[in-house]
């Protein structure tokens, strides 16, 4: 058996989400007429409290619609340096909105109102203008971390305070929704756009919503459209979504259970020297006299794939198609090394 927990982007439609994509009415998405997709899309704004939401191919170009919304030629977007916007979308806010990037550092990959408040530039010649800030939750980077609503509740007041746009990338906002227990609905409340992936933890095979005002839903159609993510009959996938939401989100649960089962047997081996607090199914592994690269290579030795994540780092995410049965083999596998 190969044991794959290089992303939670791996898992396979389950049988029952296969069966809801096969059977889901659909039509035309860019002419507005698939209502599996426009179904999908009223299912998670109303989850959420927001306006509108918008179907898109991937969670990269959901946030990358996103900066085009918030910013514009010469503007700025604040970040952490280890976003996924900034580290893993190809230079996208430069190359879709011609915008630069201040990053900041932080714990486990996250800001707060203080660090942002500091960072806004000045009215001054010199300077981008602030127009953005953008969060991840949870934060891939940062091994899987949860910001909480306390911790946001004083950025978004800052950022009201002085118009600045908030951009949640929730890629696996749902993983961190089903710890603290917290409701959709009051983190709707705090941002301008909140970006879900559906292809993450949820199993889906593709896609992510944009969630927004009815006003930057309707901006943020024409830009899909110039980047390329009008698609047709795309119910089909909304229909996989539909399926997850109702589904595949308490279960996420199990996912974190075995993360952190797996954090405690990774410590159990002499190659690795700490283990990231593992909040949600992202484990992040410090090695100890032993490259990424060597350790990986002992791992997939043992048919198991992971991914090297810096210098001496390796990332392990665990997912729907990794069970108890799998987590024990993993146990013994780790024992051998
Ligand atoms: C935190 C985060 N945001 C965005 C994305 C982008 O999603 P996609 O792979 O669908 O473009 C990922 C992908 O792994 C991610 O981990």
Known sequence: ????????????????????????????????????????????????????????????????????????????????????????????????SLASVKLLDGDLGKITAEQIGASINPDDVHAPETTMVSLE???????????????????????????????????????????????????????????ICLSKGLGCPVGS?????????????KVRKVFGGGMRQAGFLAAAGIYALDNQVNRLKEDHARARKLGEMLLGSNFVSEVLPVATNIVIARLAGISPEDFMAKLAAQDIKSVKFGPDLVRFVTHYDFGDGALEEFGKRISRL
């Open 1 to 96: 058996m190969i044991i794959d927990l290089r992303s939670d982007t791996l898992t396979k439609p389950t049988a029952g989400m296969r069966e809801a994509m096969f059977s889901a009415p659909v039509g035309d998405d860019v002419f507005g007429e698939d209502p599996t997709v426009n179904a999908l899309e009223e299912k998670l704004a109303k989850l959420f409290g927001m306006e509108a939401g918008l179907f898109c191919p991937s969670g990269t170009m959901t946030n990358q619609i996103a900066i085009r919304l918030h910013t514009r030629i010469q503007t700025e977007v604040i970040c952490h340096k280890y976003s996924h916007i900034y580290l893993y979308e190809g230079g996208g806010i430069m190359a879709n």
């Open 137 to 195: 939750n949870t934060m891939n980077k940062g091994g899987g971390s949860i910001y909480t609503l306390n911790e946001i509740k004083p950025i978004h007041a800052l950022c009201r305070e002085k118009g600045l746009k908030l951009h949640l990338d929730g890629a696996r906002l749902f993983n961190a929704l089903v710890e603290t227990g917290e409701s959709p609905t009051d983190w709707g409340a705090h941002f301008d756009t909140i970006s």
């Open 209 to 221: 919503v944009l969630l927004g005002s009815k006003a930057s839903i309707k901006r943020a159609r």
